[in-house]
T-cell receptor, first 119, second 110 residues
């Protein structure tokens, strides 16, 4: 399977604990996105990478959130000192085949998400 | 932040009927995409329309774009129970930062 994979699919943690999510994008994609989605809402942009460079980070993201993509392949999203308001589905997506240069379809391929519950 | 706003928020129709949902956005865009999401799952891309296009078709889907009104519509013809899902529009201003709308929850009754 060459789709986007996320791990873990579900995470239950206590308030104040740190959690880390991993995303493995489609191997030939150079852009990787993180979104957060709460029940009944649309995905909310968090950050995105082109290769290993983090190009933009939402101002909504507090300093407790950090994302990395060290080798331009997989990415991690860490939430420190979790709060109950962090409970959500965290979605990862990748796009743009590397071979297409600056062009690309723009289509985002999403993983199944990592659902976080903070007690 | 949400760039797009879908209308209606929820829609319930009978199988075989057409479903129309609308998306309004606030700033100029490079392209607009529609995605579908089944409950508890990731999103699946349906169709992309560029700012210089006015209409696009894909199977039972028809998308229109009116840049002067900053709005788009998605029409699903001859709906099926399997079309039950949430539908989202996503806009790109040319920076490859995709901003999603609030979604329309479609229920197709068999």
């Amino acid at each position: 399977d060459t789709g986007v994979s996320q791990d873990p699919r579900h995470k239950i943690t206590k308030r104040g604990q740190n959690v880390t999510f991993r995303c493995d994008p489609i191997s030939e994609h150079n852009r990787l996105y993180w979104y957060r989605q709460t029940l009944g809402q649309g995905p909310e942009f968090l950050t995105y990478f082109q290769n290993e460079a983090q190009l933009e980070k939402s101002r909504l993201l507090s300093d407790r959130f950090s994302a990395e993509r060290p080798k331009g392949s997989f990415s991690t999203l860490e939430i420190q000192r979790t709060e109950q308001g962090d409970s959500a589905m965290y979605l990862c997506a990748s796009s743009q085949p590397r071979t297409s240069g600056i062009l690309g379809t723009g289509e985002l391929f999403f993983g199944e998400g990592s659902r976080l519950t903070v007690l | 932040s949400q760039q797009g706003e879908e209308d209606p928020q929820a829609l319930s129709i009978q199988e075989g009927e057409n479903a129309t949902m609308n998306c309004s956005y606030k700033t100029s865009i490079n392209n607009l995409q529609w995605y579908r999401q089944n409950s508890g799952r990731g999103l699946v891309h349906l169709i992309l329309i560029r700012s210089n296009e006015r209409e696009k078709h894909s199977g039972r889907l028809r998308v229109t774009l009116d840049t002067s009104k900053k709005s788009s519509s998605l029409l699903i013809t001859a709906s099926r129970a399997a079309d039950t899902a949430s539908y989202f529009c996503a806009t790109d201003r040319g920076t490859y930062k995709y901003i999603f709308g609030t979604g329309t929850r479609l229920k197709v009754l068999a």
